[in-house]
């Protein structure tokens, strides 16, 4: 499904990613973990198309096309979905018309009619159960005046809605507390299928326990150092990273 | 021509007209009129080399020969007929103005018993106790060279009077059009009374209906007295070859509450003087504003919040965004007397440049005489977030859909302010047209708005 060969990224002439080597089949988890400025984030915001980085070397190819050749809006048209670590506040934006333009724009791509304004409300109103969020946010401006968790969850739900192939989620454990973790979690397993892929970015284990990724990756210095199955991520948690650190010295 | 020759033009227009004017005009018009004339000739037209007019020179928009009108024209064909305001389940009560002239055919208005809507000529005759009471009184001839000019010329407009206790339930909608198939300068006085405790809702439109050039003076004089509720819409969406002149002055008295919000769709040149004066306490008044300008469109709002007695409440926020080489000013003054302790006064202004070359200036001015107060400004220049630009383009949104909702979102905030639904749905449908480059036409506006 996405295949990452020697991924070299900058900002402002400053190399963040080093060769980034992936291999992603369909229904795969993936969880990418390192510490702090190892390049996580970068990584995601590389995939989505965010144009402050610029790609010096590599190539990913998601699903037969290469990726770096479309814009944002036609990878996410594509299947890529990208759970922002800090979603945005759009004032006077309405969720309902975000996602309605969202959905409507994906459809077109697809060659499909846009969604009949009741059909557009059942599908708002079946993709808010099944990631059990509350209508008083998805009534009002785009994350505005969210908390943390209402943020998280808003971005579970948007996916939902756009049924992604592969899902990026950024830190999407990041400030939330365990009940608000249980439920992102539990929207994220609902949306698994047996096609769909998804790359879990953490800096903490506890993700983890809910998400359960087929593989676990380490990412230091703007590379892949390590790669094995879920008790790598056990073996973080217990030991830190400094081991990995060491490991690579040697 | 030089400013001292339009000056004198003028004068000579007064002096040669001065018979055409005074006729059908109320005595007390015309002492107020003749009063007005000296200030003009002391003041003049203003030039950039007046302060608060730095930013918007009217001279090249006086500098034509224009046709003035001292007398009623009578209108060919029913205006009635000719022009109807097609917003979708927006009921009001329609008046219409023909170049600043209030129509001689209005059809019969729902309104409540007591309540009046006529013309100036008419309240001045007519209703004088009410009309000498306020005509005058809160319009500053002494300080705008272009009131003085106003009320030296005025001879017809709208008077609306709402007794004590009296509800308009039905918004009243004013509008003036401007048709005249000879480039036209029009006057238009408006006189507005609301009594105790009494209630209304205006709304101002202009349209141009023929391609002719105007330049359009109009002076509307407010009264909210105690306890009273009075929301004033102004929709302005004119031809590239108009000049809008609009002053509004507002008067306050204790408890009363004001929403006034100035919508600037489209326009070759708008200057907008909004003064509000709190002569009461307690209070309430809430100035919006949006501009949207593109081409070389400019746009100039100047605002006067005098708060003159304490415990009074003023919010105000204007927005534009602009595109192309359009200019903007906004001046936004607060006066906060001695007396005048527990004020509370806010002020904002945003601009969205789309372009390198749009141009805002935009200054607040901040007089506070009293040392218990709330007070506070803010005024951004900024283009399209990115982060937000970003977010909705990873969802699938293409750059350009994404950057109208941003910017649609953006003027949102003063649209979803007004207290009128079915006005607020057109304007934003008008609002949207014209984010994405469409003519946000009025109706039969289109003719002379497709230019």
Redesign the interface.
């Known amino acids: 499904m996405l295949s990452i060969k020697n991924l070299h990224a900058s900002i402002n002439g400053k190399e963040i990613l080093k060769g980034i080597n992936l291999e992603i089949k369909p229904g795969e988890v993936h969880a990418i973990m390192g510490p702090n400025g190892a390049g996580k984030s970068t990584l995601a915001s590389v995939l989505?198309?965010?144009?402050?980085f610029e790609v010096t070397e590599g190539e990913v190819i998601f699903e037969q096309k290469d990726l770096l050749d479309l814009?944002?809006?036609d990878?996410?048209?594509e299947g890529i979905?990208?759970g922002?670590q800090y979603?945005?506040e759009?004032?006077?934006?309405s969720t309902v018309?975000?996602m309605k333009?969202?959905v409507n724009?994906?459809r077109k791509?697809k060659g499909l009619e846009p969604l009949k304004a009741s059909d557009f409300l059942k599908l708002m109103r079946d993709k808010k159960a099944l990631v059990e969020i509350d209508s008083n946010l998805t009534n009002r401006?785009?994350n505005e005046g969210f908390s943390g968790g209402e943020k998280k969850k808003n971005e579970i739900f948007?996916m939902a809605m756009?049924e992604p192939k592969l899902a990026v989620l950024d830190e999407t454990d990041s400030g939330l507390d365990i009940d608000a973790l249980r439920i992102v979690a539990n929207g994220v397993n609902k949306l698994k299928t047996a096609e769909n892929s998804t790359i879990v970015i953490t800096h903490y284990q506890r993700l983890l326990d809910y998400i359960v990724p087929d593989v676990v990756h380490v990412l230091f210095d703007g590379r892949i150092v390590k790669t094995a199955g879920k008790e790598l991520a056990l073996e973080l948690e217990e030991k830190g990273y400094d081991w990995i650190k060491e490991e690579l010295v040697k | 021509m030089s400013i001292d020759t339009i000056n004198n033009d003028f004068a000579d227009l007064f002096e040669q007209g001065k018979s055409l004017l005074d006729d059908k005009s109320s005595k007390f018009m015309n002492t107020k009129r003749e009063e007005a004339f000296e200030q003009f000739k002391r003041l003049g037209v203003p030039t950039l080399a007046n302060e608060n007019y730095k930013y918007t020179n009217l001279v090249p928009a006086f500098d034509h020969p224009y046709t003035v009108d001292l007398q009623y024209r009578t209108v060919m064909g029913d205006l009635n007929e000719l022009f109807y305001c097609d917003v979708p389940e927006l009921d009001t009560n329609l008046v219409l103005l023909s170049n600043g002239w209030y129509y001689n055919q209005n059809r019969k208005l729902d309104i409540p018993e007591g309540v009046i809507v006529c013309s100036l000529q008419e309240a001045a005759e007519k209703h004088s106790e009410i009309f000498d009471k306020h005509y005058g009184k809160y319009a500053k001839p002494n300080e705008e060279g272009i009131v003085a000019l106003n009320t030296a010329l005025a001879k017809d407009g709208v008077f609306i009077y709402v007794p004590k206790n009296v509800v308009v339930e039905k918004p009243i909608q004013v509008i003036n059009l401007l048709r005249s198939d000879r480039d036209l300068m029009a006057t238009q006085r408006n006189l507005v009374v609301i009594e105790e405790n009494a209630q209304a809702k205006l709304i101002f439109c202009d349209h141009t209906l023929t391609h002719s050039k105007y330049l359009s003076n109009t002076v509307s004089e407010i009264n909210v007295a105690k306890n009273a509720i009075f929301d004033l819409y102004t929709l302005q969406n004119q031809h590239l070859n108009a000049t809008i002149l609009n002053s509004v002055f507002i008067r306050q008295e204790a408890n009363s509450n004001v929403l006034s919000n100035t919508l600037s769709l489209y326009g070759g040149m708008i200057r907008n003087n909004h003064y509000t004066l709190f002569d009461g306490e307690h209070c309430e008044n809430h100035t919006y504003g949006m501009y949207l300008m593109d081409r070389n469109q400019h746009v100039d709002n100047f605002t006067f919040a005098d708060h003159a007695k304490p415990n009074c409440v003023s919010n105000e926020h204007f927005k534009g965004v602009m595109d192309d080489e359009a200019t903007a000013a906004f001046t936004g003054k607060i006066h906060v007397r001695r007396d005048a302790q527990k004020t509370e006064a806010y002020q904002k202004n945003n601009n969205l440049l789309l372009s390198d070359t749009a141009v805002i200036n935009t200054k607040p001015q901040l007089i506070i005489d009293a040392d218990d107060v709330k007070c506070s400004h803010g005024a951004t220049v900024g283009q399209m977030d990115d982060d937000a630009l970003f977010y909705l383009r990873a969802r699938g949104i293409n750059e350009k859909e994404a950057r109208m909702m941003l910017m649609f979102a953006f003027a949102h905030e003063i649209i979803e302010k007004i207290r009128i639904d079915a006005l607020k749905d057109r304007i934003d449908e008008l609002v949207e047209k014209r984010l994405r480059g469409e003519i946000s036409k009025c109706n039969t506006c289109a003719i002379a708005c497709n230019q």
Do not use: C, D, W
Not at chain 1, 48 to 52: I, K, M
Not at chain 1, 90 to 93: E, F, T
């Open positions: 989505a198309g965010r144009e402050l814009s944002p809006e990878r996410a048209k979905f990208l922002f979603p945005i759009i004032p006077g934006v018309n975000f333009t969202a724009e994906h791509y401006s785009v948007q756009l």
